[in-house]
């Protein structure tokens, strides 16, 4: 009675799976989607009958290169083969300095170790390099300093100028206006 039980169920299953499949492949039967990546200017293809054409469409100068996702990969097979020559002479590096737990003084390497690694990944890092930004802000600031310089320096001499000028005329008038008395100074008497 077991046996015929398991049967059934399995039967019921197997019906109940059979039926489920019918709406998914239905699905299927659809038009069919065709995504195509093309470069510059040239032309989508066209779409044939039962099928949906996507164009992605990405500068000239993405047509040879090697596609972003795959770019930045930390796969080990896309490291350089320097770095890995690099890699193998470190390892019966010991002692002072080799950041490893053997020898005297080999924990003191660890911190240059990490130093030149952050140096490492900034300097690879594909994201914006403040640094060169912050470099060409300044550079641009610095060729247009002395014009800068020149006019603020005219427009102060401008300025003492004109001051010294409405002083002098101030002084004349005030001579103008009052009475000339260039009368002589007494001269001492003697000891």
Do not use: H
């Not at 499949?21 to 039962?50: F, H, L, M, R, W």
């Not at 994201?127 to 320096?153: G, P, Y």
Request: glycine residues 8%.
């Amino acid at each position: 009675m077991s046996r015929t039980l398991s049967a059934a169920i399995a039967a019921a299953a197997f019906g109940l799976a059979a039926g489920l499949a019918t709406p998914a492949a239905a699905q299927g039967e659809g038009e069919k989607v065709n995504q195509v990546i093309v470069y510059g200017d040239d032309p989508c293809p066209q779409s044939a009958a039962g099928e949906i054409t996507v164009c992605a469409r990405k500068a000239e100068s993405e047509r040879y290169r090697i596609p972003e996702a795959l770019r930045g990969s930390e796969s080990p097979d896309n490291t350089a083969w320097t770095n890995r020559v690099t890699a193998y002479e470190t390892v019966g590096a010991f002692g002072t300095l080799s950041c490893s737990p053997v020898g005297a003084g080999g924990s003191l390497g660890c911190t240059q170790r990490l130093i030149d690694a952050a140096y490492a990944e900034k300097s690879g890092d594909s994201s914006i390099r403040f640094s060169e930004l912050i470099a060409k802000e300044r550079e641009k600031r610095l060729s247009t300093i002395d014009e800068q310089a020149a006019e603020q320096q005219a427009r102060v001499e401008a300025a003492e100028k004109a001051y010294m000028e409405r002083q002098q005329k101030k002084e004349a008038e005030e001579d103008a206006a009052s009475p000339a008395t260039t009368a002589p100074l007494p001269t001492p008497k003697g000891n």
